[in-house]
Structures are given as structure tokens and as C-alpha cells.
């Protein structure tokens, strides 16, 4: 008779970073295939169950024992207060491989022009509890009701102020609003309920997820350089190369040539590659990298 396989419950985020995490975990080795209709994904590792809940209640089903892991943004483990394991810090966004933030905006034309001001005031948001938290930390009493959506427009229509999430502040000025605090910063975790951790088997699964994601982000801003160095040249393409570490060099069938190998910043690679040509470099490949582990 057939062991029944064991399982592992994920749960991937739907909604703003669902793409974003599907990428990082393809990049992982992890495909997930998601269809329109089905919150239970498919993935290529028959010990994982993925399924996909909001970001917003990732936390709580984490804490609750109804996922063994999950994604989700720091954020919203702090809006539930969830008691959970933080597994991995996963800096990627929705659009970026920054920090979240959580802003305090009003009109552009409003006379609040400090947090100070607020007070008497409404306020919008879906982060209600960090905000009311803020809000007293900085002796201020003012309203703070929830919102379902569509927050930017709300300070058009009447609300004071709102707290939204912004990666770049694009949709803000958009809307004509104006920052004037920083509310909290958030990035992405990978979480674990407390008990599913202190099982070695489910405890290791979450522990080799960790470790591929975090060399998938880290892979993210990064080429590998491989190329062909005459022994002559060799010093001053070494200088030139900011190695994470060494590079590789291998020698070749020809005692006189090297073969280098290194990685470096993917922004770097368009400045990098036409010195070291002139530096004598030959055979220059640039070559995109899923994961760096260290």
C-alpha cells in the first residue's frame, strides 16, 4: 500500500502580489499555474498544497492553523496582531524590490500640513489599526473609519486625510494629494504558524522555501560575466570587476588565456562591459541568474 504523501499548506497572495510572487517563485523552481475560477493553484511539488487567499487574512489563516506557511505583507500581520513566525523577510513588491509604504495624504489645496493637524479630523484607510496606533503615538485624536477601496478618491469627497499604500507615489499625485508622514514601512514575509514550525518535516519544507526565495530576489538585480583574458591582461580586468566575492578564473588549453567568471549588478553590466573590452577582454557573455545563494 502507497504512504499518503505529506503536505505542506501554502498560501499564496491574491490580489496585488500574486504576480509578483508567482514570478519569484518560478524563478525559485516552483511553477504554479493559477486559473480563474480556482483559489487552489497547481504547483510541481506534489508536498505542497498552495492556496490562494487575500494578503489581508493571510496572517490570521497562518496563525489559525489553516495554512502551514504563507505570503503576506508585513503590514497586515501587524493590522491582525498575528502571532506567527516571521520565517524570511522577501523585499519585493508589486512593482519594485523596495519597501512599501504606508502614507499619510491629504488634498493638495488642504491646510493640514503636519500630523498634528489631524486632529478632530477623518481619516480613510484599510490599515485601521496600524493607523490608530500611529495616530495615538502622536497624541492625536481624530476619526478613523475603514475603507473598501477607491481611498484615493475619498479625499476629494470629503474625508480629511487617508493612509495609503504607495510604491512610487505616482497614483497619489495622480489623485493631487500630498504626503505628509510616513506611516510604517512594509516588505513582504514569508510566515509560519508556531506549531506547523515545531515540525521538523513541515519545519525544513518552509526552510528550503525560504532559502530558494531569498536567493530568487537576491538573483533579481544580478548577471553573471563570463569571458576570455589573456594572461597579460588579466590584472586590469580584475580591477575593474566588482566581484561579490572573487571571480572564477579557470585557465584554458592555452596557458596564456584565463577564463573569468563573475557576477555583478545587472545596472553596472552596460558601463562594465565596454571597459573591459577595451581592457583586452574577449568572448564577453552577460547571462541572466534565477537564484544566488550564498
Known amino acids: 500500500m502507497k504512504a499518503a504523501v505529506k503536505k505542506l499548506k501554502l498560501g499564496i497572495p491574491k490580489g496585488s502580489l500574486q504576480e509578483a510572487t508567482v514570478r519569484m517563485f518560478r524563478k525559485a523552481g516552483f511553477f504554479i499555474g493559477i486559473t480563474e475560477r480556482s483559489y487552489f493553484p497547481s ?136 504626503e505628509i508622514a510616513t506611516v510604517c514601512e512594509s516588505t513582504t514575509q514569508l510566515i509560519a504558524n508556531r506549531k506547523s514550525w515545531l515540525n521538523p518535516w513541515k519545519r525544513a519544507k518552509i526552510e528550503n522555501l525560504s532559502l530558494l526565495l531569498k536567493g530568487a530576489i537576491l538573483a533579481e538585480e544580478k548577471v553573471g560575466l563570463k569571458m576570455n583574458v589573456a594572461k597579460k591582461d588579466l590584472q586590469a580586468i580584475l580591477a575593474l570587476l566588482p566581484a561579490m566575492k572573487n571571480p572564477t578564473i579557470s585557465s584554458l588549453s592555452d596557458p596564456s588565456w584565463f577564463d573569468v567568471d563573475t557576477i555583478i549588478d545587472e545596472k553596472t553590466a552596460k558601463k562594465i562591459i565596454p571597459e573591459l573590452k577595451r581592457a583586452g577582454a574577449q568572448g564577453i557573455i552577460e547571462y541572466p541568474l534565477n537564484k544566488v545563494i550564498y
Open 43 to 178: 504547483i510541481d511539488d506534489e508536498e505542497i498544497e498552495a492556496i490562494l487567499f487575500r494578503a489581508q487574512e493571510m496572517s490570521r489563516y497562518v496563525e489559525d492553523g489553516i495554512l502551514d506557511c504563507g505570503i503576506t505583507g508585513n503590514d497586515w500581520i501587524l493590522e491582525n496582531s498575528s502571532n506567527v513566525v516571521r520565517v524570511a523577510d522577501l523585499i519585493y513588491a508589486k512593482q519594485s524590490l523596495r519597501p512599501v509604504r504606508w502614507v499619510l495624504a491629504v488634498p493638495e489645496g488642504s491646510r493640514v500640513k503636519k500630523v498634528k493637524d489631524l486632529s478632530g479630523k477623518r481619516v480613510a484607510t484599510e490599515l485601521v489599526n496600524v493607523t490608530k496606533d500611529y495616530l495615538k503615538k502622536n497624541k492625536v485624536k481624530a476619526s478613523v473609519e475603514f475603507s473598501w477601496g477607491a481611498t484615493e478618491v475619498k479625499a476629494a469627497i470629503g474625508i480629511d486625510a487617508i493612509v495609503e499604500i504607495t510604491e512610487t507615489g505616482s497614483s497619489l499625485r495622480a489623485n493631487k494629494l500630498r
